[in-house]
Nanobody, 122 residues
Framework: QVQLVESGGGLVQAGTSLRLSCAAS????????VAWFRQAPGKERELVAG????????LDVDSLRGRFTISRDNAKNTVSLQNFSLLPEDTAVYYC???????????????WGQGSQGTDAS
């Protein structure tokens, strides 16, 4: 069964960097748009960033613009999310997901990972 698996995250200090990776078996990711969402305690899930299947387009969130960078390596079947200076409000569980359309609605994505180890930058 194909799964998306996130890695990275954990207890990090505000002001430090974070790199999360999403991997999948069977070469799945290279055929799909991929997005990262996050859910902070007591809050709704929200889009962080998305990237097209070929990596030529990204979907950014205005409120987060410039702080998160999404990239992909289709040869390795991975998608990464990086932040170079975490803020306390970045504390959340981060999820990767794939689909056929880049959108800020989680309803349009297919497969979801279990979530990274909760990132706590508070």
């Amino acid at each position: 069964q194909v799964q998306l698996v996130e890695s990275g995250g954990g207890l990090v200090q505000a002001g430090t960097s974070l790199r999360l990776s999403c991997a999948a078996s069977g070469g799945r990711l290279r055929n799909y748009e991929v997005a990262w969402f996050r859910q902070a305690p007591g809050k709704e899930r929200e889009l962080v960033a998305g990237i097209s299947a070929h990596g030529d387009r990204t979907l950014d969130v205005d409120s987060l613009r410039g702080r998160f960078t999404i990239s992909r390596d289709n040869a390795k079947n991975t998608v990464s999310l990086q932040n170079f200076s975490l803020l306390p409000e970045d504390t959340a569980v981060y999820y990767c997901t794939d689909g056929m359309e880049l959108t800020n609605s989680g309803d349009y994505y297919y497969l979801w990972g279990q979530g990274s180890q909760g990132t706590d930058a508070s």
